[in-house]
């Protein structure tokens, strides 16, 4: 069969560490498949998310516009707002997105505009206990919590009672759970693939653009008993699951007793990694199958990192702009074209949404900031502009509006220097990753000030760039009707 277009698989994957992926250098077997299809593809081996986490990255790579364009208090998508999916959708496109439960992601942040089918399974019946707070909830009687917030006042003996209270809700107070299944917050990876499968049955010969989302990787760490076995973890059961993700969410630990736990909690982080590998083997297994992989480009890259100590903290919150949060993989696989090694220069991911449309001839939006970079890629040449990441200090739940005014904190990234600005309280952090890859040590303030006056110049630029008002305004007056339905409900 003959596809006068290319068609587009476009996979982000919640939390993907480039550091943890085979083709980038990871020791362990967690991408296996997507190894395999990086010597055929486009890699990119610095790619940099437009800010962390998920609700600061995707304006950038979906819209290709700055995290912070239309106001720190506005998050998602605008009403109308050029997109990938609505620029596929203009071009005669059939479109659909498979997104595996990522409220910020949804319908609620504008992210549905420009799909015909659009499945956020956010009505899914999983109903997980996976962290402290839930096991407490389940153990707590009004004396225990009460005891639980006394403690917090006895010093070393509130420390006791804190892990007696822990060990006590985790070990007898909570129900033992049956299936790492029963204890999962977000659909797996099979199941969105399994839906990509349907539709792509169901669309007959039209080009299309899909977009799958999977949150395998993402805490808690429950990957499927498949994927351990994958990894030779196979012999965690449920409980040990349930043990070691409910230590690592505890609040009243310092990073040097969670450390102890580390080692386990990143094996279960990388079987969800395999699991993602594994399915996406058999997306392109079913796309050969249909004759459909020869005009298809199929392109994988990640929201943003996961932090596992490597600062001191965990997960991946608005608090820093890290190597391990911001730097992610990006696999670009056209075909009939020959994929040259690509340098280590920045690849910011606002430039991906108008090369991805650039490499699939569609026409690129106007209001697109971002700037094709299909031809360098084609030739091999390096980038030479710096890749800018940026989010709010504290916003750990942007359904919380008074959570979106704290601080920014900003990040210029170029091949060997990273600049990071704490506009809360003035920080000015400038790393030289060549020889500090770890960002342990910033140098001293006056420190190569011809590098730090050129990287402030791209922070100030960036600053200093129009302000779309007429898409603040309707994203505002989105916020506002949603609020008020809420209040009146």
Not at 118 to 136: K, M, R, Y
Not at 360 to 382: C, M
Request: hydrophobic share 40%; with cysteine; glycine share 6%.
């Amino acid at each position: 069969m003959t596809v006068s277009k290319r068609s587009v698989v476009f996979v982000t994957v919640d939390c993907l560490r480039a550091d943890h992926v085979g083709f980038l250098g990871y020791n362990r077997p967690t991408t296996p498949f997507l190894d395999s299809l990086a010597r055929e593809s486009f890699v990119l081996p610095t790619a940099i998310v437009g800010g962390s986490p998920t609700y600061y990255s995707f304006p950038p790579t979906f819209a290709s516009r700055p995290s912070l364009s239309l106001g720190r208090d506005i998050l998602g998508i605008s009403a109308g707002e050029p997109t990938l999916a609505s620029a596929f959708r203009d071009a005669g496109y059939r479109t659909a997105a498979f997104t595996a439960a990522n409220p910020y992601i949804s319908s609620r942040f504008g992210y549905d505009g420009g799909f015909e089918t659009f499945c956020d399974f956010l009505d899914s019946e999983l109903e997980p206990v996976n962290d402290t707070n839930q096991l407490g909830a389940a153990a707590g009687s009004r004396l225990n919590r009460a005891l639980a917030r006394a403690s917090q006042r006895l010093g070393p003996a509130g420390s006791i009672y804190d892990e007696l209270y822990f060990q006590y809700c985790v070990r007898w107070a909570t129900p033992v759970p049956t299936s790492l299944l029963q204890l999962r917050r977000f659909p797996s990876a099979d199941v969105i693939v399994d839906h990509a499968k349907t539709w792509l049955a169901s669309i007959g010969e039209s080009p299309f653009f899909l977009w799958l989302h999977l949150m395998d990787p993402h805490a808690p760490y429950y990957p499927t008993t498949q994927a351990l076995s994958m990894m030779n973890n196979a012999d965690v059961t449920p409980s040990q699951a349930l043990y070691l993700n409910s230590f690592w969410n505890r609040s009243d630990l310092g990073p040097k007793r969670l450390h102890r736990h580390r080692e386990m909690l990143v094996q279960l982080y990388d079987a969800g990694v395999r699991w993602v590998d594994h399915q996406l083997k058999g997306l392109v297994d079913s796309l050969q199958q249909r004759q459909l992989w020869d005009s298809c480009m199929f392109i994988v890259t990640a929201d943003h990192g996961e932090e596992f100590l490597d600062h001191g903290a965990r997960f991946h919150s608005p608090n820093g702009l890290f190597e391990e949060t911001i730097h992610v993989p990006l696999l670009m696989r056209v075909p009939y074209i020959q994929a040259l090694e690509q340098s280590r220069s920045p690849f910011s991911l606002l430039h991906l949404a108008p090369t991805v449309l650039d490499a699939a001839q569609v026409s690129i939006p106007a209001e697109f900031r971002g700037h094709s970079q299909w031809s360098r890629l084609q030739s091999g040449e390096p980038g030479n502009a710096p890749a800018i990441a940026e989010c709010v200090t504290g916003c750990t739940n942007p359904y919380w509006p008074g959570q979106r005014s704290g601080a920014r904190i900003l990040a210029v990234r170029e091949s060997r220097y990273k600049l990071v600005l704490q506009f809360g309280s003035g920080k000015e952090d400038l790393f030289d990753l060549d020889a500090d890859p770890n960002e342990l040590a910033p140098l001293p303030h006056g420190a190569e000030t011809h590098i730090r006056r050129r990287l402030l110049e791209e922070a100030r630029s960036h600053l200093s760039s129009e302000r779309n008002h007429r898409a603040r305004l309707r994203s505002r007056m989105r916020d506002l009707r949603l609020e008020w339905a809420k209040g009146v409900a």
